[in-house]
């Protein structure tokens, strides 16, 4: 039987030990995520350095052209190049979705950590009003927030949010579960620890790997879901260049400007593919 190192806590050694972050390997696939998100944080940042072209003012002469050498992605029925505007278009796109999920993760966290940590009463009443949230559909809990709120992207934002939050506290509500039963925080409890110190030392840590790696995967939902309100006409009003709102604005020329609706759509369809692979390598570093 092995015994522990002189001057090692038995209390931390556990905690350490259980979630370990795993060093990641070298993946092509991974690469090509964090480069397409770091890519479109850029945009978000400095636009102008990617784009000589107005995001909102078209080109008098210039209404629909096909993808070409001064317009990479094509121009719209206005004349704004299209390329310039789904650059501009990614600061409200990913401040956005920054806002819901950050909004999901401090009050679905915080409403997981008071129910799994609390137990008893506290924890039935939190999972019934979360499961109550869950039995909504997205979308529509989102309109509702809409409706009470107003349009615009920070009511989109909110509204995206909100729905996330039962998310949120179901999965830190599984990981307080999982770790306050742990033989640490029993062994904690048993040396005279208190319930708040305890929570704070070592039960949060522990729990916020996993939720940290959903956040990933909620980022790129969040950035779908605000791009489906405003295609519906529920978020950012126009000439805002917001990445839903170009997809709507282009889908009654589909059929003689293709271009319209497809590259903006495939932006939002690499965002989200990237933050979904960038939350599967999060996942698989903490087990």
Request: aromatic fraction near 10%; charge should be positive; avoid cysteine.
């Amino acid at each position: 039987m092995s015994s522990l190192p002189l001057g090692k806590s038995t209390l931390s050694l556990p905690a350490t030990q259980r979630r370990r972050w795993k060093p990641a390997r070298l993946q092509p696939g991974l690469i090509i995520a964090w480069l397409v998100i770091a890519t479109v944080i850029l945009w978000a940042i400095a636009p102008g350095w990617f784009t000589g072209y107005s995001g909102t003012e078209g080109i008098a002469g210039a209404q629909r052209l096909a993808p070409q050498a001064g317009h990479w992605l094509g121009t719209d029925q206005l004349g704004r190049d299209v390329y310039a505007r789904i650059v501009y278009g990614a600061s409200h796109s990913l401040s956005g979705a920054l806002v819901a999920v950050a909004l999901g993760l401090v009050f679905g966290t915080a409403l997981g950590l008071a129910a799994g940590a609390s137990g008893g009463i506290v924890d039935a009443i939190v999972m019934r009003i979360n499961d109550v949230l869950l039995s909504i559909p997205g979308l529509l809990l989102s309109l509702s927030v809409i409706i009470l709120l107003g349009f615009g992207t920070v009511h989109a934002a909110i509204a995206v949010g909100v729905t996330s939050v039962a998310n949120f506290a179901r999965l830190a509500r599984a990981e307080v579960v999982l770790v306050r039963h742990s033989d640490y925080v029993e062994a904690a409890y048993g040396s005279g620890g208190t319930f708040f110190s305890i929570l704070w030392r070592h039960i949060l840590p522990n729990s916020l790997t996993s939720v940290i790696a959903f956040s990933a995967l909620q980022f790129g939902s969040a950035i779908l879901a605000i791009s489906t309100l405003s295609f519906l006409g529920y978020g950012t009003p126009p000439p805002t260049p917001e990445w839903g709102l170009l997809i709507a604005e282009g889908r009654n020329y589909i059929s003689t400007a293709w271009w319209l609706t497809t590259f903006p759509g495939v932006v939002v369809v690499l965002v989200v593919l990237s933050a979904n692979r960038i939350s599967q390598s999060l996942r698989r570093r903490t087990r």
